[in-house]
C-alpha cells in the first residue's frame, strides 16, 4: 500500500475510473471524490429514486501487492480474458465493484425502473484494514444518510451457479513474536543441550495457545454460541456444497483434513478460532543452514477469532499469556498489528430474504445461499457498528479458484453478469422495514 500511495498508482487509478463514470453516468447521478487530509480518498456515487428508502453500496479499489506465482501467459498488469474469466490483480478482489453500481444505476436507467435512493461508496484502504472508512463515514454522513440496506460487493461465492451471501466474518489478532536466547549465533555442537534452543521456547509458547495433536484453541473466552439461525445457514451450505467444502483446497497427495465432518468442517472454517503461523525469520534456508545454534526466533502468528469476539480483549488476553513466566527467563517480544474484530449480520427480514431468493432464481434458476466466511473484512464490523438498524446483503464473485490475494487471480465474467442483474431486482423490490 506504501507503494501503491508514493509511486502515483492510486491517483492514476482514481483519474482513469473517474474519466469513465463521467463518460457514462446519467445527469441525475452526482459523483463526488472525497478527500481528508493524510488519508486515502473516496468516492461517493448518489443516485436519486423515487422509491422510498436508501441502500448503500460498497466497493473499494485498493489492491493487494504483486505475487509471484503467476503461470505463464499471465500476470497482475496482464489483463487476459480466457475461457469466460478476466485474468489479472485486483479483478475479482474488488475492481469490478464500482463498475458493478454503476451497471445497476445504468440498467436501472436504461429500463426506467422506479428504486430507492442509491449512495454507492468506492474506497482506497481496504486491503490495509480500512483505516480511513470511519473517518469519512463520520465526515460526510449527512451526503450518505442511514442506509436502510447495506449492499457489499466485496465477498465470496461457494459456486457459480447462485446468488450467494455471507452472513459472518471472523476477527483476526497478528502479532510477531520473536524468542532471544543468545547475542550471536555459537556452534551447536558446544553449546546444544545447555543453551536452549530459541525454536523449542517458541514451541512452549504455541502450545499455550493452541493443541498442537488437534489444533484447538485452547484459550477460555476465545470461543461463543453459534446462533441458532446461523446453524440452519451452515445446514443449508452442506447440503448444496457437499464434499466441496473440503476438496475446494489444493491438498497436497494424500494429506487429510482436521475432520471429515462436513458441519463441523464449515464451523472450524467460519466460527471457531485457528491459529496459523504465517512467517518465519531468523532461520536459514536449508541449503544454507549450518551447524549453528540459532541466537533468535521470530514467528508472524494469525489468529483468527469467533464473528463475535471482541478481538481488543482478545489480544489482551493473548499478550498476556505469551508474556507470562518466559521459558528459561529468555526475551520475548510481540509487535501486534491493529486488531480486527468479526462481524455476524442480523438475522435477515423475511420479506429481503424472499426478495433474495426469488432474484437468484429468477437469474440463477437455483435458491440463494448464505454462508460464513473464514476470512475477516474489518469494514463489514465496523458498517454494522455504524449502521446498527440497517439490513445487509453481502455478496461477491470470490468463487473456486479464484484465488483472490494470489497467483492467477479472476474475474468470472458470466457470473459477475448473472450477480449484477440479481442486485438490480433486489434494489427495485427492497421496501425499507423500520418497525
Same mark, same amino acid.
Given at each position: 500500500?506504501?507503494?501503491?500511495?508514493?509511486?502515483?498508482?492510486? +491517483?492514476?487509478?482514481?483519474?482513469?475510473?473517474?474519466?469513465?463514470?463521467?463518460?457514462?453516468?446519467?445527469?441525475?447521478?452526482?459523483?463526488?471524490?472525497?478527500?481528508?487530509?493524510?488519508?486515502?480518498?473516496?468516492?461517493?456515487?448518489?443516485?436519486?429514486?423515487?422509491?422510498?428508502?436508501?441502500?448503500?453500496?460498497?466497493?473499494?479499489?485498493?489492491?493487494?501487492?504483486?505475487?509471484?506465482?503467476?503461470?505463464?501467459?499471465?500476470?497482475?498488469?496482464?489483463?487476459?480474458?480466457?475461457?469466460?474469466?478476466?485474468?489479472?490483480?485486483?479483478?475479482?478482489?474488488?475492481?469490478?465493484?464500482?463498475?458493478?453500481?454503476?451497471?445497476?444505476?445504468?440498467?436501472?436507467?436504461?429500463?426506467?425502473?422506479?428504486?430507492?435512493?442509491?449512495?454507492?461508496?468506492?474506497?482506497?484502504?481496504?486491503?490495509?484494514?480500512?483505516? +480511513?472508512?470511519?473517518?469519512?463515514?463520520?465526515?460526510?454522513?449527512?451526503?450518505?444518510?442511514?442506509?436502510?440496506?447495506?449492499?457489499?460487493?466485496?465477498?465470496?461465492?461457494?459456486?457459480?451457479?447462485?446468488?450467494?451471501?455471507?452472513?459472518?466474518?471472523?476477527?483476526?489478532?497478528?502479532?510477531?513474536?520473536?524468542?532471544?536466547?543468545?547475542?550471536?549465533?555459537?556452534?551447536?555442537?558446544?553449546?546444544?543441550?545447555?543453551?536452549?534452543?530459541?525454536?523449542?521456547?517458541?514451541?512452549?509458547?504455541?502450545?499455550?495457545?493452541?493443541?498442537?495433536?488437534?489444533?484447538?484453541?485452547?484459550?477460555?473466552?476465545?470461543?461463543?454460541?453459534?446462533?441458532?439461525?446461523?446453524?440452519?445457514?451452515?445446514?443449508?451450505?452442506?447440503?448444496?456444497?457437499?464434499?466441496?467444502?473440503?476438496?475446494?483446497?489444493?491438498?497436497?497427495?494424500?494429506?487429510?483434513?482436521?475432520?471429515?465432518?462436513?458441519?463441523?468442517?464449515?464451523?472450524?472454517?467460519?466460527?471457531?478460532?485457528?491459529?496459523?503461523?504465517?512467517?518465519?525469520?531468523?532461520?536459514? +534456508?536449508?541449503?544454507?543452514?549450518?551447524?549453528?545454534?540459532?541466537?533468535?526466533?521470530?514467528?508472524?502468528?494469525?489468529?483468527?477469532?469467533?464473528?463475535?469476539?471482541?478481538?481488543?480483549?482478545?489480544?489482551?488476553?493473548?499478550?498476556?499469556?505469551?508474556?507470562?513466566?518466559?521459558?528459561?527467563?529468555?526475551?520475548?517480544?510481540?509487535?501486534?498489528?491493529?486488531?480486527?474484530?468479526?462481524?455476524?449480520?442480523?438475522?435477515?427480514?423475511?420479506?429481503?430474504?424472499?426478495?433474495?431468493?426469488?432474484?437468484?432464481?429468477?437469474?440463477?434458476?437455483?435458491?440463494?445461499?448464505?454462508?460464513?466466511?473464514?476470512?475477516?473484512?474489518?469494514?463489514?464490523?465496523?458498517?454494522?457498528?455504524?449502521?446498527?438498524?440497517?439490513?445487509?446483503?453481502?455478496?461477491?464473485?470470490?468463487?473456486?479458484?479464484?484465488?483472490?490475494?494470489?497467483?492467477?487471480?479472476?474475474?468470472?465474467?458470466?457470473?459477475?453478469?448473472?450477480?449484477?442483474?440479481?442486485?438490480?431486482?433486489?434494489?427495485?423490490?427492497?421496501?425499507?422495514?423500520?418497525?
Amino acid at each position: 500500500d506504501s507503494d501503491w500511495e508514493e509511486n502515483g498508482y492510486m +491517483d492514476d487509478v482514481l483519474d482513469l475510473v473517474m474519466k469513465w463514470i463521467e463518460k457514462h453516468k446519467p445527469d441525475s447521478l452526482n459523483v463526488s471524490v472525497k478527500k481528508i487530509a493524510g488519508r486515502t480518498p473516496l468516492i461517493i456515487l448518489d443516485y436519486p429514486g423515487k422509491q422510498d428508502g436508501n441502500i448503500l453500496m460498497y466497493g473499494h479499489l485498493d489492491k493487494q501487492p504483486e505475487m509471484d506465482g503467476w503461470r505463464e501467459g499471465t500476470g497482475p498488469w496482464i489483463p487476459l480474458l480466457e475461457n469466460d474469466k478476466l485474468f489479472g490483480r485486483g479483478g475479482a478482489d474488488d475492481g469490478y465493484a464500482v463498475f458493478a453500481v454503476m451497471a445497476t444505476i445504468l440498467a436501472l436507467r436504461k429500463f426506467n425502473l422506479d428504486h430507492p435512493r442509491i449512495t454507492g461508496i468506492i474506497e482506497f484502504s481496504e486491503e490495509s484494514g480500512s483505516p +480511513d472508512l470511519p473517518a469519512y463515514l463520520n465526515e460526510f454522513e449527512n451526503e450518505i444518510g442511514k442506509p436502510d440496506l447495506v449492499i457489499c460487493l466485496d465477498s465470496g461465492a461457494g459456486n457459480y451457479d447462485q446468488f450467494w451471501m455471507t452472513t459472518s466474518l471472523r476477527g483476526l489478532i497478528g502479532v510477531s513474536v520473536r524468542i532471544d536466547v543468545l547475542n550471536e549465533g555459537v556452534h551447536s555442537g558446544g553449546a546444544s543441550g545447555l543453551v536452549p534452543s530459541s525454536f523449542r521456547i517458541l514451541r512452549q509458547l504455541l502450545s499455550r495457545i493452541e493443541d498442537e495433536q488437534t489444533g484447538e484453541i485452547k484459550i477460555d473466552g476465545f470461543y461463543t454460541e453459534i446462533p441458532k439461525y446461523r446453524q440452519e445457514d451452515m445446514e443449508e451450505c452442506v447440503n448444496v456444497l457437499g464434499e466441496k467444502i473440503i476438496t475446494v483446497f489444493p491438498w497436497f497427495e494424500n494429506m487429510e483434513p482436521s475432520t471429515q465432518n462436513l458441519t463441523k468442517a464449515l464451523k472450524k472454517l467460519t466460527w471457531e478460532p485457528t491459529l496459523s503461523v504465517v512467517g518465519v525469520s531468523g532461520a536459514p +534456508d536449508v541449503d544454507n543452514a549450518g551447524n549453528v545454534l540459532r541466537p533468535y526466533t521470530e514467528v508472524k502468528l494469525s489468529l483468527r477469532l469467533p464473528p463475535t469476539v471482541d478481538s481488543k480483549v482478545a489480544q489482551e488476553k493473548l499478550k498476556s499469556i505469551l508474556l507470562e513466566n518466559p521459558p528459561y527467563n529468555a526475551k520475548i517480544t510481540l509487535e501486534f498489528e491493529e486488531p480486527a474484530d468479526g462481524w455476524s449480520a442480523p438475522e435477515m427480514s423475511k420479506e429481503l430474504s424472499n426478495s433474495v431468493n426469488d432474484a437468484s432464481v429468477n437469474w440463477f434458476g437455483k435458491p440463494a445461499v448464505s454462508m460464513g466466511e473464514g476470512g475477516t473484512i474489518p469494514f463489514m464490523a465496523m458498517l454494522g457498528k455504524k449502521y446498527p438498524n440497517a439490513q445487509f446483503v453481502i455478496t461477491g464473485v470470490l468463487g473456486p479458484e479464484s484465488n483472490a490475494h494470489g497467483p492467477n487471480e479472476f474475474l468470472h465474467i458470466p457470473f459477475v453478469k448473472v450477480l449484477n442483474c440479481c442486485i438490480v431486482d433486489i434494489v427495485i423490490n427492497y421496501k425499507p422495514n423500520r418497525g
